[in-house]
């Protein structure tokens, strides 16, 4: 199988078909040239085969002679040969990935330009200031990307070349200055790099091919793929492409276009353009950009051309594309197109909006189904519109474009490192630059919020914070950033003071202004409420809830019941703790039962109004499950306070019980079920409140639904000796009652043994409910606590896991263990609820494996609810 296609190659299926092959990019570069016909200029893809070959034995075998091929037929197609001294081919090399990765990988432009074939250059387009741009251009991004020359190095010499110019453009440099530019470059190149910049095209063609095969394992790259949950083993694929040249005049541009607006989700086409530049002038915000009005009134005709290949990309692909086109002395190319990132809100409205059907360029609609629509929308974007707003609002200090909306609040940081470290130490940051760079990734990643004093709508850092969610302000040109703080006219601001941002209107306000919770817009609404109905019957969702007010909420969100109640959160209130530590402390059964029904009666009130909140819902109430030593002070805390000032008789009582219940690894200590084993009249008590409660809201007219939950079993023995507690209870509860309510018994799938032996287990039981953060812990031999500061950073960079097994469940081998549960448990019961209760409960990809292995339920945080609701719809769209 051949490792480079040409963008022409006759495939057996649309190139769109083959992006794990050849790239999203060069997946697409080959649809618009073969299927739509669109003016694309001719390259070819270096696959990704190519690229994972590379990085398990070296350059590949064989290469060398099909880039050689590729090379020459391009020179037949476009009448010159690369590096030409008298008339030179140039080319592009972009990475591709499978998945968009935005400026996370490697580009270089201009290549094949040396010391002769920039005079060709010069020759054949009569303007030297344009070659000579062009090579300065091509040296320093070569001498970066491919020799690892620090940026800084190039940066300086043209900032100085400004200066004496008296201008701030690049555009305004004339001839002479570039040409000495480019002398200077390649000197700097020798002088940092040990080697001289390479005359020979074939040599740089080399160079630049692999280092965007290394730049897949690039330090930003990694980062965002951990990050974007992107696998490790994908490679990139690498596109040669002709180069075309937005820089050649006045009658040249370039752009970035999307065929709706990605921040809103209106249908109206927008972008940003700059007349006589290259690409990466738009993306970098290196100069205010105009937009795509500006464009139709400067290049009429070829705007009219530009929109109406938006039409045909929406009717093709049948959604919101993102484009990069140049315009060569009045003639328009198209570089890439794909799907675009966009706004949550963006995403809701233009899901719904094709539903309802779009006009193509024939004149007849397309539609996409409410199932496609439901597909299109992420939990990023939930997120997103749910993030708070402004509930107050000062004069803003200054105004920019709001380039990704919602609010944030946060000290200021002017470097990627501080802001991460800021973050690392609990500080809400706002991440402030003139411009983000892919090397920004990891304080960007951190941040509450962005601001750039430069770029537009689709610079770095507008386009990442939109796909991540992140509020930001782009372009805000009034802020003149010096060192370690910024001044907006006679206002300073300075590192680790607090700004509120807005990044719906732009604005930058001074201080913390108070935030609300957003309004979500009615698609949101529209596109739940097409959810909920494809997963009727087949997936509920549920909340973990310990409080009424958390019920509330979790209701309010579309939660069909509580599927966890962690009733130990109720004895750390501060008016239960006391009683708590009382219980532990009696010396003798009346002290204790006394407590115990102290503590019943405040139980019986908490379980009340959670019952109260979920009326007619099911509520699943997990017994104690941690272990008595967290209601007691520390043993170092008690033996700091002895050694200062001496214990009073109640310490000195709590200091013996905190050393009696002290265990070396409490995770797998006496805890859960083994807890109701030492202290029956613990779990009895709290079934008594727990039907007391449901008791008072019968009589009240109302329809509690109770389940009681043991926890931590993993012996057939354990379960059904616990069980026999709970049915005495409820059996006295219920006693003389004509028509009595259903109350199932369950327990918590948590410890690898239990999955196993979920057969046995299963013989006592109406409900498993899988506790996938214990059971990843317990399989992994990992302490949650400890791993994910210190092991977990590591083990995902250097590839040795896939995933963070705490955040999704998929391919961790943890999911494996909840399959064998459900199906060994099903086995014997086949009647038997499944659900899950761990955090895994609102990921969606550890959602579509609950669904693969026949979940009933899940259940997660009241607030990733919503999220649940469209992961569970989707998979069951994807799945059956």
Same mark, same amino acid.
């Given at each position: 199988?051949?490792?480079?296609?040409?963008?022409?190659?006759?495939?057996?299926?649309?190139?769109?078909?083959?992006?794990?092959?050849?790239?999203?990019?060069?997946?697409?570069?080959?649809?618009?040239?073969?299927?739509?016909?669109?003016?694309?200029?001719?390259?070819?893809?270096?696959?990704?085969?190519?690229?994972?070959?590379?990085?398990?034995?070296?350059?590949?075998?064989?290469?060398?002679?099909?880039?050689?091929?590729?090379?020459?037929?391009?020179?037949?197609?476009?009448?010159?040969?690369?590096?030409?001294?008298?008339?030179?081919?140039?080319?592009?090399?972009?990475?591709?990935?499978?998945?968009?990765?935005?400026?996370?990988?490697?580009?270089?432009?201009?290549?094949?330009?040396?010391?002769?074939?920039?005079?060709?250059?010069?020759?054949?387009?009569?303007?030297?200031?344009?070659?000579?741009?062009?090579?300065?251009?091509?040296?320093?991004?070569?001498?970066?990307?491919?020799?690892?020359?620090?940026?800084?190095?190039?940066?300086?010499?043209?900032?100085?070349?400004?200066?004496?110019?008296?201008?701030?453009?690049?555009?305004?440099?004339?001839?002479?200055?570039?040409?000495?530019?480019?002398?200077?470059?390649?000197?700097?190149?020798?002088?940092?790099?040990?080697?001289?910049?390479?005359?020979?095209?074939?040599?740089?063609?080399?160079?630049?091919?692999?280092?965007?095969?290394?730049?897949?394992?690039?330090?930003?790259?990694?980062?965002?793929?951990?990050?974007?949950?992107?696998?490790?083993?994908?490679?990139?694929?690498?596109?040669?492409?002709?180069?075309?040249?937005?820089?050649?005049?006045?009658?040249?541009?370039?752009?970035?276009?999307?065929?709706?607006?990605?921040?809103?989700?209106?249908?109206?086409?927008?972008?940003?353009?700059?007349?006589?530049?290259?690409?990466?002038?738009?993306?970098?915000?290196?100069?205010?950009?105009?937009?795509?009005?500006?464009?139709?009134?400067?290049?009429?005709?070829?705007?009219?051309?530009?929109?109406?290949?938006?039409?045909?990309?929406?009717?093709?692909?049948?959604?919101?594309?993102?484009?990069?086109?140049?315009?060569?002395?009045?003639?328009?190319?198209?570089?890439?197109?794909?799907?675009?990132?966009?706004?949550?809100?963006?995403?809701?409205?233009?899901?719904?909006?094709?539903?309802?059907?779009?006009?193509?360029?024939?004149?007849?609609?397309?539609?996409?189904?409410?199932?496609?629509?439901?597909?299109?929308?992420?939990?990023?974007?939930?997120?997103?519109?749910?993030?708070?707003?402004?509930?107050?609002?000062?004069?803003?200090?200054?105004?920019?474009?709001?380039?990704?909306?919602?609010?944030?609040?946060?000290?200021?940081?002017?470097?990627?490192?501080?802001?991460?470290?800021?973050?690392?130490?609990?500080?809400?940051?706002?991440?402030?630059?003139?411009?983000?760079?892919?090397?920004?990734?990891?304080?960007?990643?951190?941040?509450?919020?962005?601001?750039?004093?430069?770029?537009?709508?689709?610079?770095?850092?507008?386009?990442?914070?939109?796909?991540?969610?992140?509020?930001?302000?782009?372009?805000?040109?009034?802020?003149?950033?010096?060192?370690?703080?910024?001044?907006?006219?006679?206002?300073?601001?300075?590192?680790?003071?607090?700004?509120?941002?807005?990044?719906? =209107?732009?604005?930058?306000?001074?201080? *913390? %202004? @108070?935030?609300?919770? #957003?309004?979500?817009? +009615?698609?949101?609404?529209? !596109? /739940?409420?097409?959810?909920?109905?494809?997963?009727?019957?087949?997936?509920?969702?549920?909340?973990?809830?310990?409080?009424?007010?958390?019920?509330?909420?979790?209701?309010?969100?579309?939660?069909?019941?509580?599927?966890?109640?962690?009733?130990?959160?109720?004895?750390?209130?501060?008016?239960?703790?006391?009683?708590?530590?009382?219980?532990?402390?009696?010396? =003798?059964?009346?002290?204790?039962?006394? *407590? %115990? @029904?102290?503590?019943? #009666?405040?139980?019986? +009130?908490?379980?009340?109004? !959670? /019952?109260?909140?979920?009326?007619?819902?099911?509520?699943?109430?997990?017994?104690?499950?941690?272990?008595?030593?967290?209601?007691?002070?520390?043993?170092?805390?008690?033996?700091?306070?002895?050694?200062?000032?001496?214990?009073?008789?109640?310490?000195?009582?709590?200091?013996?019980?905190?050393?009696?219940?002290?265990?070396?690894?409490?995770?797998?200590?006496?805890?859960?079920?083994?807890?109701?084993?030492?202290?029956?009249?613990?779990? #009895?008590?709290?079934?008594?409140?727990?039907?007391?409660?449901?008791?008072?809201?019968?009589?009240?007219?109302?329809?509690?639904?109770?389940?009681?939950?043991?926890?931590?079993?993993?012996?057939?023995?354990?379960?059904?000796?616990?069980?026999?507690?709970?049915?005495?209870?409820?059996?006295?509860?219920?006693?003389?009652?004509?028509?009595?309510?259903?109350?199932?018994?369950?327990?918590?799938?948590?410890?690898?043994?239990?999955?196993?032996?979920?057969?046995?287990?299963?013989?006592?039981?109406?409900?498993?409910?899988?506790?996938?953060?214990?059971?990843?812990?317990?399989?992994?031999?990992?302490?949650?606590?400890?791993?994910?500061?210190?092991?977990?950073?590591?083990?995902?960079?250097?590839?040795?896991?896939?995933?963070?097994?705490?955040?999704?469940?998929?391919?961790?081998?943890?999911?494996?263990?909840?399959?064998?549960?459900?199906?060994?448990?099903?086995?014997?019961?086949?009647?038997?609820?499944?659900?899950?209760?761990?955090?895994?409960?609102?990921?969606?990809?550890?959602?579509?494996?609950?669904?693969?292995?026949?979940?009933?339920?899940?259940?997660?945080?009241?607030?990733?609810?919503?999220?649940?609701?469209?992961?569970?719809?989707?998979?069951?769209?994807?799945?059956?």
């Amino acid at each position: 199988m051949p490792y480079v296609y040409a963008f022409d190659h006759s495939h057996r299926k649309p190139p769109m078909s083959y992006k794990d092959l050849l790239g999203g990019k060069g997946a697409n570069l080959a649809e618009m040239t073969t299927v739509l016909g669109l003016p694309v200029p001719p390259g070819f893809t270096v696959s990704t085969d190519a690229c994972r070959a590379y990085m398990h034995d070296g350059w590949p075998a064989g290469l060398d002679d099909e880039i050689t091929r590729h090379v020459r037929k391009l020179e037949r197609t476009m009448g010159r040969r690369l590096g030409d001294a008298a008339d030179p081919l140039l080319v592009s090399v972009r990475s591709g990935a499978k998945f968009s990765m935005p400026g996370m990988m490697d580009t270089v432009l201009n290549l094949g330009l040396n010391d002769q074939s920039v005079k060709g250059l010069a020759a054949v387009t009569g303007d030297e200031r344009f070659a000579y741009d062009s090579y300065r251009r091509f040296i320093a991004m070569y001498g970066r990307i491919v020799m690892g020359v620090e940026g800084e190095v190039f940066e300086a010499p043209l900032d100085a070349a400004k200066e004496a110019a008296g201008t701030s453009n690049d555009a305004d440099l004339d001839a002479a200055t570039l040409k000495k530019l480019a002398a200077k470059y390649l000197s700097a190149v020798k002088r940092h790099a040990g080697v001289a910049f390479p005359q020979d095209p074939r040599e740089q063609l080399n160079g630049a091919i692999e280092a965007v095969f290394r730049s897949w394992n690039g330090a930003r790259a990694v980062a965002y793929r951990v990050r974007e949950k992107i696998s490790h083993d994908l490679g990139t694929a690498v596109n040669v492409q002709t180069m075309v040249f937005g820089n050649r005049d006045d009658t040249s541009g370039t752009g970035v276009g999307f065929t709706r607006n990605a921040a809103t989700g209106d249908n109206r086409p927008y972008g940003d353009f700059l007349v006589n530049a290259q690409g990466e002038d738009v993306v970098a915000g290196i100069r205010n950009t105009q937009t795509l009005d500006d464009m139709a009134q400067i290049f009429p005709s070829i705007h009219a051309e530009l929109l109406n290949i938006f039409v045909r990309l929406e009717e093709h692909y049948h959604d919101m594309c993102d484009t990069e086109f140049t315009i060569e002395q009045g003639r328009l190319w198209m570089l890439q197109t794909r799907v675009g990132k966009r706004t949550g809100a963006a995403a809701l409205k233009m899901a719904v909006d094709m539903t309802k059907g779009t006009k193509g360029s024939r004149g007849s609609k397309w539609t996409i189904s409410r199932e496609e629509a439901v597909m299109r929308v992420t939990a990023d974007h939930l997120d997103s519109v749910l993030h708070p707003q402004f509930r107050t609002r000062t004069a803003a200090i200054a105004k920019g474009l709001g380039a990704s909306p919602g609010a944030a609040v946060g000290r200021v940081y002017f470097t990627a490192d501080e802001a991460e470290s800021a973050a690392r130490h609990g500080e809400a940051v706002v991440l402030v630059r003139n411009e983000t760079s892919p090397e920004d990734v990891h304080g960007m990643m951190v941040a509450e919020g962005i601001l750039t004093a430069r770029g537009g709508l689709v610079s770095h850092a507008a386009v990442v914070a939109r796909g991540w969610g992140t509020p930001a302000v782009v372009g805000a040109d009034a802020v003149r950033i010096d060192g370690r703080e910024f001044r907006v006219g006679s206002t300073v601001v300075r590192q680790g003071d607090v700004i509120s941002l807005d990044g719906t =209107t732009g604005e930058v306000m001074l201080g *913390a %202004l @108070e935030l609300s919770a #957003a309004e979500p817009p +009615a698609e949101y609404h529209t !596109i /739940l409420s097409w959810a909920d109905r494809i997963r009727k019957g087949k997936m509920a969702v549920r909340a973990n809830a310990d409080t009424g007010a958390d019920a509330t909420v979790a209701r309010s969100n579309g939660a069909e019941g509580i599927g966890l109640c962690r009733t130990e959160h109720m004895f750390l209130a501060p008016d239960r703790l006391p009683i708590v530590r009382e219980m532990i402390l009696a010396d =003798t059964p009346r002290k204790e039962a006394a *407590a %115990l @029904e102290k503590l019943r #009666a405040a139980q019986q +009130a908490d379980f009340e109004d !959670i /019952l109260l909140a979920m009326d007619g819902l099911p509520v699943t109430v997990r017994l104690l499950d941690p272990p008595l030593h967290e209601f007691l002070p520390s043993v170092e805390e008690l033996k700091v306070k002895q050694a200062r000032r001496g214990l009073s008789a109640r310490d000195t009582k709590l200091l013996a019980a905190a050393e009696s219940w002290a265990e070396h690894n409490p995770m797998i200590g006496t805890r859960g079920v083994r807890l109701g084993v030492i202290k029956p009249g613990l779990y #009895a008590m709290q079934v008594r409140a727990l039907l007391d409660a449901a008791a008072m809201l019968r009589d009240a007219g109302k329809n509690p639904i109770v389940e009681i939950m043991i926890p931590l079993t993993v012996t057939r023995e354990e379960l059904a000796l616990a069980r026999s507690w709970v049915q005495e209870e409820i059996d006295r509860a219920l006693a003389g009652m004509r028509r009595k309510p259903k109350i199932t018994i369950g327990t918590m799938i948590e410890t690898p043994r239990a999955a196993v032996r979920a057969d046995e287990i299963a013989e006592v039981a109406d409900f498993f409910s899988f506790g996938t953060n214990d059971l990843t812990q317990l399989t992994f031999g990992f302490s949650r606590d400890d791993v994910e500061s210190r092991m977990m950073p590591a083990y995902l960079e250097q590839g040795l896991l896939k995933r963070n097994p705490f955040d999704t469940i998929d391919q961790s081998g943890v999911g494996d263990l909840v399959a064998l549960g459900a199906e060994r448990g099903r086995a014997t019961r086949a009647d038997l609820k499944l659900g899950v209760c761990g955090e895994h409960g609102g990921d969606p990809e550890s959602i579509d494996l609950f669904r693969r292995v026949g979940l009933d339920y899940v259940s997660c945080s009241p607030f990733r609810v919503p999220i649940a609701r469209l992961a569970a719809a989707q998979a069951i769209i994807t799945n059956g």
